[in-house]
């Protein structure tokens, strides 16, 4: 069992920064790949980044890449993503989720065994 809490979410500027943080608890968090997920209104959930259980694979959606940037802290069983130049599109809720079965970084959402309860990002137009 994992148990995933983030936290960061709120009202940013276009244009502004903010960093998400997602707190897990239970199974080891150092044998398992992470992700990001996020869900804006009326749209599916869709992939932000993924990395792997030991950080050395890292993938993120054509549409966050070179402006979000995700990490992971095993030592205090922490996962982030930093988030830069922020546009309206971003609008969502914001997911983290665990991926406990496959050993590889996933990008489907369904591969994802664990999701956090979400965390919401506004960036107003």
């Known amino acids: 069992q994992v148990q995933l809490v983030e936290s960061g979410g709120g009202l940013v500027q276009a244009g502004g920064s903010l960093r998400l943080s997602c707190a897990a608890s239970g199974r080891t968090f150092s044998t398992y790949a992470m992700g990001w997920f996020r869900q804006a209104p009326g749209k599916e959930r869709e992939f932000v980044a993924a990395i792997s259980k030991n950080s050395d694979i890292i993938d993120y959606a054509d549409s966050v890449k070179g402006r979000f940037s995700i990490s992971r802290d095993n030592a205090k069983n922490m996962m982030y993503l930093q988030m830069s130049s922020l546009k309206p599109e971003d609008t969502a809720v914001y997911y983290c989720?665990?991926?406990?079965?496959?050993?590889?970084?996933?990008?489907?959402?369904?591969?994802?065994?664990?999701w956090g309860q979400g965390t919401q990002v506004t960036v107003p137009s």
């Open positions: 989720a665990a991926n406990t079965v496959v050993p590889s970084i996933r990008t489907h959402p369904g591969a994802y065994d664990y």
